[in-house]
């Protein structure tokens, strides 16, 4: 995984990088997305020990008034090409964040 680009966008010029103890802090010019990289470490997957991961964006939700579930958060997480494609896959289509497998409860 060496390119980079942007996780919400998938702009891949307009980032800069800004170093942030052994992280890069990176942000996105085309849609103000910013995310910490580890430049080291990007864990390889758990299910297939591959490498090829791709960054995408991870809503993070609470519960607001009644039944209502509002993003709050976001953040970057990093998926398999091989074991995740179809998440992918359509992730890629609307780049709108991705919903935490578990939505928070009463
Ligand atoms: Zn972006
Ligand atoms: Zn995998």
């Given amino acids: ?3 980079l680009e942007c996780p919400a966008c ?3 010029d307009r980032l ?3 170093p942030c103890g052994d992280l890069i802090d990176v942000t996105c010019e085309a849609c103000g997305q910013n995310w910490e990289r580890n430049p080291n470490a990007i864990a ?4 297939c020990d591959g490498d090829d991961m791709e960054g995408a964006v991870k809503a993070i939700v609470e519960k607001s008034r009644g039944s209502q579930l509002s993003i709050v958060a ?3 997480v990093y998926l398999c090409r091989s074991c995740d494609a179809a998440i992918l896959a359509s992730y890629r ?3 709108s964040p991705l919903m ?6 009463e």
């Fill in 1 to 3: 995984m060496d390119e």
């Fill in 10 to 12: 998938g702009e891949d």
């Fill in 16 to 18: 800069l990088g800004r």
């Fill in 44 to 47: 390889n997957c758990d299910r």
């Fill in 74 to 76: 976001t953040q970057v």
């Fill in 93 to 95: 289509v609307g780049r």
């Fill in 100 to 105: 935490p497998d578990q939505l928070p409860t």
